[in-house]
């Protein structure tokens, strides 16, 4: 059975860091693209970043140059540094697995709140 | 421009069928996948690809695409099936679109 359990999420001041976790289960987890999403309170699912096998990172412009994804194959981990946060980020952020055909599991979410 | 666009809300009777809609011009070369969302859980994926049901989505869910405009159809909608759906794509990027949502009531 695939399980993504998230971890690392809190309360952060605007212009801290914040580091998310995800480990992985029940597949292989070095072969499958891996994705952030993020969902604000009452609001839509937004695209955070992701990253490829070969630990290519890719992200919206919304957070480039802020966030750095990566991933750790020896310890079926996801990861997520999130630096110089603002309130919009503020969020349940969301680990997911894109299989052959998109995005096909998701964990539970984390939930991080900036704020002073 | 690599964006999603939803209807925010639609209301179908029950048992009656239902057309989700997704806009965008990714659409035009990548597939939608659907996801159903119920309040305080994690998004669930319904449709992928040209039109296929992971395993243990009941077959009233259907997807269809023509042009820029991806469809999630609900044939004989449940109470169970309302829930906020969302579209999701890609571009030729790499980069990841999700549409804004569309809230589904079932009257």
């Known amino acids: 059975e695939v399980q993504l359990v998230e971890s690392g999420g809190g309360l952060v001041q605007p212009g801290g860091s914040l580091r998310l976790s995800c480990a992985a289960s029940?597949?292989?987890?070095?072969?499958?693209?891996m994705h952030w999403v993020r969902q604000a309170t009452g609001k839509g699912l937004e695209w955070v970043s992701a990253?490829?096998?070969?630990?290519?990172?890719y992200y919206p412009g919304s957070v480039k140059g802020r966030f750095t994804i990566s991933r750790e194959n020896a310890k079926n981990s996801l990861y997520l540094q999130m630096n110089s946060l603002r309130a919009g980020d503020t969020a349940v952020y969301y680990c997911?697995?894109?299989?052959?055909?998109?995005?096909?599991?998701w964990g539970q979410g984390t939930l991080v709140t900036v704020s002073s | 421009s690599s964006e999603l666009t939803q209807d925010p809300a639609v209301s179908v009777a029950l048992g009656q069928t239902v057309r989700i809609t997704c806009q965008g011009d990714s659409l035009r070369s990548y597939y939608a996948s659907w996801y159903q969302q119920k309040p305080g859980q994690a998004p669930v994926l319904v449709i992928y690809g040209k039109n296929n049901r992971p395993s243990g989505i009941p077959d009233r869910f259907s997807g269809s695409s023509s042009g820029n405009t991806a469809s999630l159809t609900i044939t004989g909608a449940q109470a169970e099936d309302e829930a906020d759906y969302y579209c999701n794509s890609r571009d030729s990027s790499g980069n990841h679109l999700f549409g804004g949502g569309t809230k589904l009531t079932v009257l």
């Open positions: 990253i490829g096998t070969a630990g290519d990172p």
């Open positions: 997911a697995r894109e299989g052959k055909n998109g995005i096909d599991y």
């Open positions: 029940g597949f292989t987890f070095s072969s499958y693209d």
